[in-house]
């Protein structure tokens, strides 16, 4: 079982629509979490960063980390198609190792 | 925020040469980079952890000898990879931590190789 499971989509949205990213991992041990964007022959940019559970928003983006379940989703309201990203998420417990997700492939359509 | 810079951003070079790439840390000095491969559509692999004045530490499966990575300063790390062949062209991007800053990494812009 991997760490982190992340569906790769691709996801395909109308513009405006509300956009639900999520990933799964095992690890009951994670504390920290991230959210990157990751633009076609780009670096992946850090987009949202939470530590523990509960939420945070940034504008029309919204983190959301339930430790319980072991999940973590990102929402993107009134998407624009400059969201048209890869997504990725990734956490750790402490130090150095990251695990990331595969990244979500989204399109949004004008 | 953190601004991690490669370059070169784009290289080809012939089959059996070297290529050398830059990272550098622009605005804060990072004691930890990290170095990742990515294929098309496919999610980042890690190469190599190096830390500023010792070793970097590979991951498994990645050629030390062929993927050479030097850390020598806290705001520059480089990755060289030695007679490269086709199957080296890839992505390459870099991250760095900022100490004592968020548990997290700073990725620079990437470095596509393409080996003739």
């Known amino acids: 079982q991997k760490e982190v499971e992340q569906d790769p989509g691709p996801l395909s949205v109308p513009e405006g629509a509300i956009v639900s990213l999520n990933c799964t991992y095992s690890?009951?041990?994670?504390?920290?979490f991230m959210w990157y964007r990751q633009y076609s022959r780009k670096g992946p940019e850090l987009l949202m960063y939470?530590?523990?559970?509960g939420n945070k928003e940034d504008g029309r983006f919204t983190a959301q980390v339930d430790k319980s379940s072991k999940y973590i989703s990102l929402f993107i309201r009134d998407s624009q198609p400059s969201d048209s990203a890869t997504y990725l998420c990734?956490?750790?417990?402490?130090?150095?190792?990251?695990?990331f997700g595969t990244g979500t492939s989204l399109t949004v359509i004008p | 925020g953190a601004v991690v810079s490669q370059h070169p951003s784009r290289v080809i070079c012939k089959s059996g040469t070297s290529v050398k790439i830059e990272c550098r840390s622009l605005?804060?000095?990072?004691?930890?980079m990290f170095w990742y491969r990515q294929f098309p559509k496919q999610s980042l692999m890690l190469m190599a952890t190096?830390?500023?004045?010792?070793?970097?530490?590979?991951e498994q499966g990645v050629e030390k000898d062929k993927f050479l990575i030097n850390h020598a300063s806290l705001t520059l790390s480089t990755l060289t990879v030695t007679s490269a062949h086709p199957e080296d062209s890839s992505f390459y991007i870099c991250?760095?931590?900022?100490?004592?800053?968020?548990?997290?990494?700073?990725f620079g812009p990437g470095t596509r190789l393409l080996v003739l």
């Open positions: 991250s760095a931590r900022v100490p004592g800053g968020l548990e997290t990494q700073y």
């Open positions: 190096s830390n500023e004045g010792s070793k970097a530490t590979y």
């Open positions: 990734a956490m750790k417990v402490t130090g150095n190792q990251f695990y």
């Open positions: 605005d804060f000095q990072a004691t930890t």
């Open positions: 939470t530590y523990s559970s």
């Open positions: 690890n009951s041990a994670f504390q920290y």
